[in-house]
T-cell receptor, first 113, second 116 residues
């Protein structure tokens, strides 16, 4: 049982490049989400999904796309990277009912130059 | 809207001192969950504790203790006899009980440095 996995761990992009951050979980959780962490701002919700085929926007969705074709995978796409997207990205999945415990991946540190 | 405030941006203590990290939250929900996470220098998020809004009992786990006071909307975290390994960023978070929208709302974190 690997929990929540994320790849890559580190990535450097040039402005305008695109990439996909991968996230997978093996706990059969319906709920998955992406957060970004910036200094002094805690973690902020980018997008979330309540099940395969269903996604919705969080607090800071601009510049990111998501899709959920399977229960296990929830990739985050940056279509045209910008320096403002330099951040640490965490994927999480959570239990469907109380206590709604979140399981976080190890994070991806992204730098956009 | 939900909000979590951690007013202490950085705290520095000397080893063996006690330290309290403050967390104040805002929510209109009557049922909710509160969490504390630790983020050591290695970067991962480590779950410390979860509390639901109906359980106001304080909790102690080794050197860690938590004081939940609904009347003041606070969920403070105390480390007794701090150690260098406690140096980390600590996040308080609030969960949307319906589960369909906001997932977790995090505070901005408190950087704790424990000096030897």
């Amino acid at each position: 049982n690997a929990g929540v996995t994320q790849t890559p761990k580190f990535q450097v992009l040039k402005t305008g490049q695109s990439m996909t951050l991968q996230c997978a979980q093996d706990m059969n959780h319906e709920y998955m989400s992406w957060y970004r962490q910036d200094p002094g701002m805690g973690l902020r919700l980018i997008h979330y999904s309540v099940g395969a085929g269903i996604t919705d926007q969080g607090e800071v969705p601009n510049g990111y796309n998501v899709s959920r074709s399977t229960t296990e995978d929830f990739p985050l796409r940056l279509l045209s990277a910008a320096p403002s997207q330099t951040s640490v990205y965490f994927c999480a999945s959570r239990t469907p009912g109380p206590p709604y415990e979140q399981y976080f991946g190890p994070g991806t540190r992204l730098t956009v130059t | 809207a939900q909000k979590v405030t951690q007013a202490q941006t950085e705290i520095s203590v000397v080893e063996k001192e006690d330290v309290t990290l403050d967390c104040v939250y805002e929510t209109r929900d009557t049922t909710y969950y509160l969490f504390w996470y630790k983020q050591p220098p290695s970067g991962e998020l480590v779950f410390l504790i979860r509390r639901n809004s109906f359980d106001e009992q304080n909790e102690i786990s080794g050197r860690y203790s938590w004081n939940f006071q609904k009347s003041t909307s606070s969920f403070n975290f105390t480390i007794t006899a701090s150690q260098v390994v406690d140096s980390a960023v600590y996040f308080c978070a609030l969960s949307d009980p319906s589960g369909s929208a906001r997932q977790l709302t995090f505070g901005s974190g408190t950087q704790l440095t424990v000096l030897p």
